[in-house]
């Protein structure tokens, strides 16, 4: 095998020049001499043959051949990155620490329940559950910022999902709303002429959407329970999970709205593992628990009509 002319240290400082915006900068980062990184460059530069920056003013400019280049190593030192943290679990065994995104809609107590069981196996494994919304969901798994992922509709392309159960939407208003004097909806525009309450995606992207979102006077907030905060006071229409209203609609508290050809929505909810390679035992096991619980029950009271 021929031995490459290049090193994995020096694309990480062509990265960290481009990133930072020239050698100055860079070496201000990486805590490095700014000759050490002119010289690294210049040297991966005469290895390959190839001009990959230009330097104009006081900042560096990527070649129309580095540019291809630069992503391409963007690739192996994230690989190369992904495999130390790899040994290092291997090495380490058991995780000190899981983080779990949960979609806000997947029940609370479902995912309480299958904590309540690892704990006793838990070894002490600290754990942090962030609630997320929508795209929010998808950022963390892309970014891989957490060990296990719930989420809700199609996940992220790429990644695979093992499918959990299924969650109900009901659109619901305060039993004095002028929508409740005749709950069965014919016509959308009629909805779209009052106010909605909205839950507020916490991620980068705006096209995933969960139920109907037409009406032009909207609120939006970050949680269910701040909506139904809004809905006791006689305000306005809200998308909310099954779950959390079974039982105000069953006191009355809430009316359920029938939007013709729209009376509910079902979102599958999902679980991902966003790096499967370097998942720890400790995650495994959490996984293996969420999932039997599920399947062992077989029934997804939580989000069926």
């Known amino acids: 095998m021929d031995r490459a002319k290049s090193t994995l240290e ?9 990133d930072f915006g020239g050698y100055a900068q860079a070496a201000g980062a990486l805590n490095k001499s700014q000759s050490s990184l002119n010289h690294a460059v210049a040297k991966l530069q005469s290895q390959l043959g190839i001009q990959l920056l230009e330097v104009r003013g006081r900042k560096a400019y990527l070649t129309e051949q580095g540019d291809v280049l630069l992503r391409r190593s963007r690739h192996i030192t994230q690989s190369v990155a992904e495999l130390e943290l790899l040994a290092n679990n291997l090495e380490n065994g058991w995780e000190p ?10 029940p609370m ?3 309480v329940d299958a904590l309540a069981t690892f704990q006793p196996q838990s070894r002490g494994t600290r754990i ?6 929508i795209s929010g969901t998808h950022d963390l798994i ?10 809700g509709g199609i996940p992220p392309k790429g990644y695979i999902s093992e499918p959990l159960c299924e969650i109900d939407f009901l659109l619901v208003c305060h039993p004095e709303h002028v929508l409740a004097q005749d709950p069965n909806i014919e016509d959308d525009q009629t909805l779209a002429q009052h106010l909605q309450i909205v839950i507020k995606d916490t991620g980068k992207a705006t096209h995933i959407d969960i139920g109907w979102l037409k009406a032009e006077q909207r609120w939006t ?3 269910f329970h701040e909506a139904l905060a809004i809905l006791n006071k006689n305000i306005g229409f809200c998308w909310i999970p099954r779950h959390l209203v079974d039982s105000l609609l069953s006191q009355g508290q809430l009316c359920q709205l029938n939007l013709k050809g ?5 979102v599958m909810m999902s679980l991902v593992i966003p790096n499967r390679d370097v998942q720890g035992p400790a995650s495994a096991l959490l996984e293996k628990i969420i999932v039997d619980k599920h399947h062992s029950s077989n029934k997804t009271d939580h989000g069926q009509s």
């Open 10 to 18: 020096q694309w990480r400082i062509l990265q960290a020049v481009v």
């Open 97 to 106: 620490k899981l983080t779990i995104a949960r979609e806000i809609v997947y």
């Open 109 to 111: 107590d479902m995912l």
């Open 128 to 133: 942090t559950i962030i609630d997320s919304v």
């Open 142 to 151: 892309k970014d891989q910022g957490v060990d296990i992922a719930i989420c």
């Open 221 to 223: 907030v970050s949680n």
């Open 262 to 266: 729209n009376s509910h929505r079902r």
